[in-house]
């Protein structure tokens, strides 16, 4: 089967298995993903095959949800059924299995650039516009509150940490948002993340005027 045949098939089936994940985490999310690293991967001149199977596949089976091991599973199996060689499979898996985020203590260590380009393109949707809508959809969904000012972000989380506690909606900015421009890898990421990066602190200056009545 020929690449482009491949990347179509898996877009298909992507769209299909994300069908009933939870909202801001649905297929949407790795549309903007696919978009974003193929702009970037032109500019950093990654191999866009690579990048087009790390960005369809790297959210499929949820690790928070199915554990670290269903995704990597789940993408064997597909690429092996479409004849994918397995240097390419092995690639593809290494990229996803780091891409999760493991808390703001913990470093990254993407090995490739492809690697870097889909984490990148990742991290762009997590912040700015849609990062914002993200957030609260999320904290909706798990009946987090906006804002409790009592509850003070936590600073240079463990991974075990990353996902438990008190959260609010205002805190996840601190604790990963706010922190993203300065993890991006590449040129490209780090331009538009810088931008994101402003207007989420304008976002911010404006919701605590409201929040103490002073806007
Ligand atoms: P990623 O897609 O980078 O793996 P996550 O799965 O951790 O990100 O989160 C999905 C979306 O939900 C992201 O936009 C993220 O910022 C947001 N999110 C994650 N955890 C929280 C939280 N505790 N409160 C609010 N939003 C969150
Ligand atoms: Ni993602």
Same mark, same amino acid.
């Given at each position: /089967?020929? *690449?482009k045949a491949i990347i179509e098939k898996t877009k298909n089936y992507v769209k299909r298995s994300m069908r009933n994940e939870e909202p801001g985490h649905d297929w949407w999310h790795?549309?903007?993903?696919?978009k974003m690293a193929k702009r970037i991967a032109r500019e950093e001149k990654a191999? /866009?095959?690579i990048v087009e199977l790390v960005a369809l596949l790297h959210d499929i089976a949820d690790w928070k949800f199915h554990g670290i091991s269903a995704g990597p599973k789940k993408i064997r199996e597909w690429l092996g059924s479409l004849g994918v060689d397995k240097e390419n499979i092995d690639h593809v898996i290494e990229i996803?299995? $780091?891409s999760y985020f493991k808390g703001s203590g913990v470093p990254d260590k993407m090995r490739t650039i492809e690697g870097k380009v889909v984490q990148d393109a990742d991290r762009l949707d997590a912040v700015g516009a849609i990062g914002i809508a993200r957030v609260f959809t999320y904290a909706g969904y798990k009946k987090n509150l906006i804002f409790i000012p009592e509850i003070k972000p936590? #600073?240079?989380m463990k991974f075990s940490e990353y996902k438990k506690g008190d959260v609010t909606a205002i805190n996840h900015f601190y604790e #990963?948002?706010?922190?993203?421009k300065d993890r991006m890898n590449? *040129?490209?990421g780090k331009k538009l993340a810088e931008r994101r990066h402003r207007f989420m602190e304008r976002y911010l200056k404006q919701f605590f005027k $409201?929040?103490?009545g002073k806007e």
């Open positions: /089967m020929n *690449k790795t549309y903007r993903v696919l191999d /866009m095959f996803v299995q $780091e936590r #600073k240079n #990963k948002l706010l922190l993203l590449t *040129k490209t $409201e929040w103490n």
